[in-house]
């Protein structure tokens, strides 16, 4: 558990009361359930680590003792230390966080600002353009929002706001709240001119809030009103954002989205606005055309339904497949929406009936095999377009398991002027033909994957596979901190937890080959230096993996001791790692 004594920078004013109260209030399952998606496993609950890439589960949340661990990389603690590995922020900043959603005030002794805290200045941000949406001067928004049937209401629930068309309005005030420059630039709210001045990124712009899942505001969308310059105006990647890991309101629709069992996507602002406004609560906006692997993995956690809904044009369309087999690949069950006459979500619902004709439009929608069956069709007819329309097709169903395809078989293949046992083996003959294709390639690329390995892991990963004994009484705990490499921790992970005969089945029907022979290249390592099945050969692997991960944080501490970026901890650290390398050296 984290205790505040043991935290640095954590201030005597806070003190355990407000750690407390904190914890009384609010549930590690609550706290953790934003960032991963959990399954009740025994006593507790079981989800992918969001501290190291996995496929296999391994981090733990135990309720009754209010924290958690993951046997992959060995991470654990309770909400405090979650949020701050997380987020990356320090005790304070968590604190102020925590608390904030706990709706507990903190005792402190001081009202003055946290430099630094580039959180606190968005909001600050955040405050000044709400302000001036309501002043004399947010005239011309206000009169767009009209337009755009955005009531008063409405703005002041999203947190709508204006720019106005002043060049340094925003800065300026900043100033008057001790904001520092580079604090300033950090979080994308200024930039600096050619003759050394600062002025604001957004100008006359209406402005949409984004915050991240936690709710916590990361950047801002601004939308221009009249005159010339882009349509919209974004907050650049950086410290606090970026683009490919959020989600515009999944804030405000991760409750709902678990409640209905699915998820909404559309491409902006105002169409996922929109689709609140009429209580589509589930709606987010993927904040571009294409859908991230990173934004994906957010909707994973929360559904395994997804309905997208973007544009109808080509790229659109283009956009809507690459986004579906993305989230497909990851496990989700994934629907296309197609709005008529061209609209879009915005459109549509603002127009009369509109909201009848988008449900309409939902019990309609496609899921990936068929979708991606009508965007080629068109081509289908055409002898010129024929092949690439068949190719791409093809294509995507090779990346989908044959159950997902099985029960669209029948319209596959009448639109492909095929017998459905004729599609069968067209589309086996595509998937072999990717296979065996590079057979030599291939079978040079495992070559090359088992070469970019340790040794020593491949030996470890065998040992433990052909002895029991070993395999009972090893604790993942205790191993997978002497892995460097993700797969083979994979691996490892398994090994302990399944017998080999289970595992040899599951890889073979999941055509994973890699394990297996990872597993034969590290027996053949043993036999080649004649590692004898006993204690001591067992020991040798295992000193020399703790001595190469010793050796690897001794390297990452050089390196930033001779950047000047090392602390007296981690210089203290290195004397202390360095002196144990020269003393097994002298006992080798």
């Known amino acids: 558990m984290t205790q505040v004594s043991d935290v640095p920078n954590s201030p005597r004013v806070f003190q355990s009361d407000d750690v407390r109260k904190i914890k009384d209030r609010l549930d590690i399952l609550d706290v953790v359930g934003d960032k991963v998606r959990l399954h009740r496993a025994g006593q507790g609950y079981m989800g992918l680590c969001p501290f190291h890439n996995e496929k296999t589960p391994s981090f733990r949340v135990y309720p009754d003792r209010q924290n958690y661990h993951c046997f992959g990389c060995g991470k654990g603690g309770d909400i405090f230390t979650f949020v701050m590995e997380t987020e990356g922020l320090d005790f304070r900043q968590t604190l102020k966080v925590l608390a904030e959603r706990a709706g507990v005030t903190l005792l402190e002794g001081s009202k003055k600002r946290v430099s630094g805290n580039l959180h606190e200045v968005m909001e600050m941000a955040g405050r000044f353009y709400r302000s001036l949406l309501s002043a004399p001067e947010g005239e011309p928004a206000r009169a767009y929002l009209e337009r755009r049937r955005i009531t008063t209401e409405t703005a002041s629930r999203f947190e709508l706001g204006w720019s106005g068309s002043g060049w340094d309005s925003l800065w300026r005030t900043l100033q008057g709240e001790q904001v520092t420059t580079q604090e300033a630039l950090d979080a994308g709210l200024v930039l600096e001119g050619q003759r050394g001045g600062f002025y604001d990124r957004f100008r006359g712009r209406v402005?949409?809030?984004?915050?991240?899942?936690?709710?916590r505001l990361i950047a801002f969308g601004g939308r221009i009103v009249d005159g010339e310059g882009a349509k919209y105006?974004?907050?650049?990647?950086?410290?606090l954002y970026s683009k490919r890991r959020n989600l515009y309101l999944l804030h405000a629709a991760k409750n709902a989205i678990k409640e209905?069992?699915?998820a909404l996507l559309v491409e902006g602002y105002m169409d996922a606005l929109r689709l609140h406004i009429h209580g589509y609560s589930e709606a987010v906006a993927s904040l571009g055309a294409s859908l991230t692997e990173e934004q994906a993995k957010l909707l994973k956690r929360f559904t395994d339904r997804c309905y997208i809904c973007y544009d109808n044009d080509a790229a659109g369309q283009e956009a809507t497949l690459r986004g579906m087999y993305i989230l497909q690949n990851l496990g989700l069950d994934v629907h296309v929406i197609s709005l008529p006459s061209g609209k879009d979500p915005d459109e549509l619902l603002r127009s009369e009936g509109?909201?009848?004709?988008?449900?309409?439009a939902i019990g309609r929608a496609r899921p990936l095999v068929l979708q991606h069956l009508h965007a080629v069709r068109p081509s289908l007819t055409d002898p010129a377009g024929r092949r690439r329309g068949i190719r791409s097709l093809?294509?995507?169903?090779?990346?989908?398991?044959?159950?997902?395809?099985?029960?669209y078989v029948s319209q596959l293949a009448g639109a492909l002027d095929l017998y459905p046992n004729e599609f069968r083996q067209e589309l086996e003959q595509f998937r072999r033909g990717k296979r065996d294709q590079p057979k030599e390639e291939r079978r040079s690329e495992e070559k090359k994957r088992m070469f970019v390995h340790d040794p020593l892991e491949a030996a470890l990963c065998a040992m433990l596979?052909?002895?029991?004994?070993?395999?009972?009484s090893c604790r993942p705990e205790e191993m997978l901190p002497l892995i460097s490499n993700e797969d083979v921790k994979e691996i490892v992970l398994a090994i302990l937890m399944e017998s080999p005969q289970e595992l040899e089945t599951r890889?073979?029907?999941?055509?994973?080959?890699?394990?297996?022979?990872f597993i034969a290249w590290g027996g053949a390592f043993c036999e080649e230096l004649e590692y004898p099945r006993d204690a001591d050969s067992w020991n040798t692997v295992l000193v020399g993996l703790a001595r190469k991960r010793v050796k690897e944080r001794v390297d990452v501490l050089d390196a930033r001791m001779k950047r000047n970026e090392a602390t007296i901890e981690e210089m203290a650290e290195f004397q202390r790692l360095a002196t144990q390398l020269k003393g097994g050296r002298k006992g080798t």
């Open 465 to 472: 596979w052909r002895d029991d004994e070993l395999r009972r």
């Open 507 to 517: 890889w073979h029907s999941m055509n994973e080959r890699f394990p297996l022979t």
């Open 260 to 262: 209905k069992k699915r």
């Open 233 to 239: 105006v974004n907050s650049p990647e950086g410290v």
């Open 207 to 215: 402005i949409f809030p984004i915050r991240d899942v936690t709710g």
């Open 354 to 360: 509109g909201k009848e004709l988008f449900d309409e």
């Open 394 to 407: 093809f294509e995507g169903l090779a990346q989908l398991q044959p159950t997902v395809v099985a029960p």
